[in-house]
């Protein structure tokens, strides 16, 4: 680092050296990382990985843990689904809003402040849809992986159907993954940083 000094001989102020083209690279990796993160269904997942082990019987299932695991994985499923299409934006009274995107615009809860805010740039697009079919398959990628649902579902199966269970899933997860990255959403959802 080169230095500034002042009158009396000592550095005042640092100058950074330019970032080299690894340090560049590497910024470029997490932002992308970063991104990739925000689309990933965390929320959910922590919600099925605390609550699988209780609903399948820790693996071991009768015919009730089957229909409630079901029941488990299609209401994650959903909230992959939705949670793609929320947004959020700043009105003029500075409070943060939330909203789901419409072909019109997005649609929040607040009427009158719907009515001072032009919400119409918020539509809905074809991409909003790519996102959530894979942040779906995303899901459905960490929940055939989990032992417990592995166990319930697929006990009797034989070792290359459950090297397929174990296998899918990470290739799944990994074309998602590149898609995301590749096309990231414009989107702010629900307990995300609003766009300023």
């Keep these: 680092m080169d230095a500034?000094?002042?009158?009396?001989?000592?550095?005042?102020?640092?100058?950074?050296?330019?970032?080299?083209?690894?340090?560049?690279?590497?910024?470029?990796?997490?932002?992308?990382?970063?991104?990739?993160?925000?689309?990933?269904?965390?929320?959910?997942?922590?919600?099925f990985q605390i609550l699988s082990?209780?609903?399948?019987?820790?693996?071991?299932?009768?015919?009730?843990?089957?229909?409630?695991?079901?029941?488990?994985?299609?209401?994650?499923?959903?909230?992959?689904f939705i949670d793609s299409f929320t947004d959020s934006y700043r009105a003029e009274d500075g409070m943060l809003y939330y909203g789901i995107a419409t072909r019109s615009g997005m649609w929040t809860?607040?009427?009158?402040?719907?009515?001072?805010?032009?919400?119409?740039?918020?539509k809905l697009t074809f991409l909003d849809f790519v996102h959530a079919v894979l942040s779906v398959l995303v899901f459905a990628s960490v929940a055939l992986m989990d032992p417990n649902v592995?166990?319930?579902?697929?006990?009797?199966?034989?070792q290359d159907q459950k090297q397929l269970v174990i296998s899918l899933p990470i290739v799944v997860g990994t074309v998602c993954s590149m898609v995301f990255v590749k096309f990231p959403s414009k989107r702010h959802g629900i307990g995300y940083p609003a766009a300023e």
């Design 150 to 158: 592995v166990g319930c579902y697929y006990a009797d199966a034989r």
């Design 4 to 47: 500034i000094f002042g009158d009396s001989g000592r550095p005042f102020a640092t100058l950074a050296p330019e970032k080299s083209v690894t340090e560049n690279a590497a910024d470029k990796t997490f932002a992308s990382a970063a991104n990739l993160v925000k689309l990933l269904p965390t929320t959910t997942v922590l919600a």
């Design 53 to 80: 082990p209780i609903l399948t019987n820790g693996g071991h299932c009768y015919s009730v843990n089957k229909y409630l695991t079901g029941f488990l994985l299609g209401v994650c499923g959903i909230s992959c």
């Design 109 to 122: 809860m607040n009427p009158e402040i719907n009515k001072t805010v032009d919400l119409s740039s918020y």
